[in-house]
């Protein structure tokens, strides 16, 4: 049973350019978190999204960043324009119902903006 | 100050001691309370939850919870070279979907 999976491990983007950090969520669970991670902080949860709708945003930030989890496909965070203040890793993990504390994480998208 | 308050260590101890990681909190609307393990540019990974107050065993691992100082704590007993990992804790306000981290305490077992 394959856990949950992120790609790419490591992008590396030039400021003004798009980042697109996908994730797939482990076989059976429909219901995706996205966290970042910055040095010597912990996770903070950005968004919670379900198959074709966004239930919470509530940690995004207002401009630049979306999120989206189409009926078919990963899950993408898309980040526009990127500046150096976006790098940092980010972190998706799924679990199988909503709400839930049973939250299983993939490995991560490690973003460096040069 | 922050919501969940966790000291970033770095922790050193001798294989075989006994662990004590703990979190302190400000929400009193937190019911869930998790624990999770982190290895080195890898993911977090959920060790032990417990569901308000009370004792949870796992093997090595015991986490407790005590709501009314906002507290809790993960023991490990017996520590091992490969329990050296961030140990992450982590609250969840019910039907709730923002979960909130401490800062991760670094934790190094020394063979």
């Known amino acids: 049973n394959a856990g949950v999976m992120q790609n790419p491990r490591h992008l590396v983007r030039r400021r003004g350019q798009e980042a697109r950090l996908r994730c797939s969520p482990m076989?059976?669970?429909?219901?995706v978190y996205w966290y970042r991670q910055l040095p010597e902080e912990g996770l903070k949860f950005m968004v919670y999204?379900?198959?074709?709708?966004?239930?919470?945003e509530s940690g995004m930030p207002k401009e630049r960043f979306s999120a989206e989890f189409p009926k078919e496909g990963p899950s993408i965070l898309r980040i526009q324009q990127v500046v150096r203040g976006d790098s940092a890793a980010y972190f998706c993990?799924?679990?199988?119902?909503?709400?839930?504390?049973?939250?299983?994480f993939g490995p991560g998208t490690r973003l460096t903006v040069t | 100050q922050k919501e969940v308050e966790q000291d970033p260590g770095p922790l050193s101890v001798p294989e075989g001691a006994i662990v004590s990681l703990n979190c302190t909190y400000s929400?009193?609307?937190?019911?869930?309370f998790m624990w999770y393990r982190q290895y080195s540019r890898k993911g977090p990974e959920l060790l032990m939850y417990t569901y308000s107050s009370g004792n949870k065993e796992d093997g090595r691992f015991t986490a407790q919870v005590d709501k009314s100082s906002k507290y809790i704590s993960l023991f490990i007993r017996d520590s091992q070279p490969s329990d050296s990992a961030t140990y992450l804790c982590a609250m969840l306000r019910g039907n709730n979907n923002d979960m909130r981290f401490g800062a991760g305490t670094r934790l190094t077992v020394k063979p």
């Open positions: 993990a799924s679990s199988p119902r909503p709400g839930s504390y049973e939250q299983y």
């Open positions: 929400n009193s609307a937190f019911q869930y």
């Open positions: 999204l379900q198959k074709e709708n966004i239930i919470d």
């Open positions: 076989k059976g669970h429909s219901h």
